[in-house]
């Protein structure tokens, strides 16, 4: 029987279930550099893997000195969302782990995800690996007027709960499941218990963690209960 101290688990997308990461920065470069600038690696992970596209493309421009009014913005959007689908199709892989975490969790809890990618690439890769139906609600990058380290997207995750599963949950009775510093400060900001995953980065940098776990095969029942106040 599920404990009753916790109420619900709330996934990041990208990082998490999804190893699109690498594609995303691959359709990100691809994009930019029609427009003259580079995106390495090391810059991508360590100052914008926490923003959504619009938030991602902004914050590239101004530290290349930059400017781009909204409507070069939504063609930079548009045109990296088609760049990302082709290199989508080509085979985004999920993470070791990832369906066997997601059933597990889902056996006991109503789970929902809460990501800056958007709707139609996480329908996409979720479909593919029949992990939709494990969902109550899928929260992304078009549903909340900010994006991670803002609460917005979890805020939004418990509402959307709590509709429709008709439980009062309470913040500090969901855990989310996050890669990157930015979702953890997102999650800890909406009153969520987080577990970070090393996916992305290594245990020291999601120090914000209540738990940092080597892989999603450690995130056991037990492991979540423990973290439910």
């Not at 000195?65 to 063609?75: I, M, W, Y």
């Not at 029949?130 to 609600?137: D, E, K, P």
């Not at 949950?169 to 890669?179: C, K, M």
């Not at 090393?198 to 209960?225: F, G, K």
């Amino acid at each position: 029987m599920p404990d009753p101290m916790l109420q619900a688990v709330v996934f990041d997308f990208d990082g998490v279930i999804a190893d699109t990461e690498p594609l995303h920065l691959r359709a990100y470069q691809d994009i930019l550099a029609d427009a003259g600038i580079t995106l390495t690696e090391m810059d991508y992970y360590a100052r914008y893997l926490g923003y959504d596209d619009a938030g991602a493309f902004r914050a590239i421009a101004r530290d290349s000195g930059r400017t781009l009014d909204e409507e070069a913005l939504r063609d930079f959007v548009a045109r990296k969302a088609q760049r990302f689908e082709a290199l989508e199709a080509a085979g985004a892989l999920l993470f070791p782990g990832a369906i066997e975490c997601v059933r597990r969790c889902a056996a006991q809890w109503p789970l929902a995800v809460a990501s800056g990618a958007l709707r139609r690439e996480i329908d996409l890769v979720l479909a593919q690996a029949g992990l939709r139906g494990y969902f109550q609600l899928v929260v992304a990058a078009e549903d909340t007027p900010k994006s991670k380290p803002a609460p917005d997207p979890y805020l939004r995750a418990l509402d959307e709960l709590r509709r429709t599963t008709g439980i009062a949950i309470e913040a500090g009775r969901a855990v989310a499941i996050e890669d990157s510093l930015w979702g953890i400060q997102s999650a800890r900001a909406a009153g969520l218990r987080t577990i970070g995953v090393t996916h992305s980065y290594d245990a020291a940098a999601l120090h914000e963690a209540d738990l940092v776990v080597p892989n999603l095969d450690a995130i056991t029942a037990a492991r979540l209960q423990a973290l439910a106040r």
